[in-house]
């Protein structure tokens, strides 16, 4: 099992962990984390743009005016896509993007994502984090002792304080254990993981 320091939230370090092997270091395969970010980012599409097509159109199916004779070009019915107002032709239809990914890859390609963070050295364990109150400036305060300016946040439990302190500050996103996932790992240059949200992970991945 690979140890790790664990820090304090002035940047100490204050003892050792040790982390899972089966699940901080796996071999890394980019084609399935590719696979699971690119189902993830699907999956967050609305999927509503829609336009009406001619049948949804309201207006008469009349003939504007005759086939021949009048020396214009040929028109059908005032819904024709070619008049202002008619059906749009091959618009978009409200549609489903999500790709549906096998949950033992989905679970796979967690592990690799963390095991990235643990090979880049972009891993950061503190004890804990702690706010008296609720307050942007001694959070930022912390980050930068942590030198973690951009990084995710993993939490073992809901801090409400974290959560309202953190709110302003760019580059910043606290997650709890259960939400963690590949795409927002690998997005953060830096992964801090509070030292009860360990337990949690091994829990879920192990």
Known sequence: MAVVDVVNIAGDVVSQTELNDSIFNVPVKKSVLHQ???AQLAAKRAGTASV???SDVKGSRHKLYRQKGTGRARKGDIKSPILRGGGVAFGPDPRDYSKKVP???RKLAL???LTCKVQDQQLVVVDKIDLDEIKTKV???IIKGLDAEKALIVTGEKNE???LSSRNVPGVKILQTQGI???DIL???KLVLVQPAIEGIEGRLG
């Open 36 to 38: 699971v970010v690119i």
């Open 52 to 54: 009406k097509h001619r």
């Open 103 to 105: 949950k033992k890859v």
């Open 111 to 113: 592990k690799m994502a």
């Open 139 to 141: 959070f930022a305060g």
């Open 161 to 163: 304080r974290l959560d």
């Open 181 to 183: 996932n590949v795409y």
């Open 187 to 189: 997005k953060y240059p």
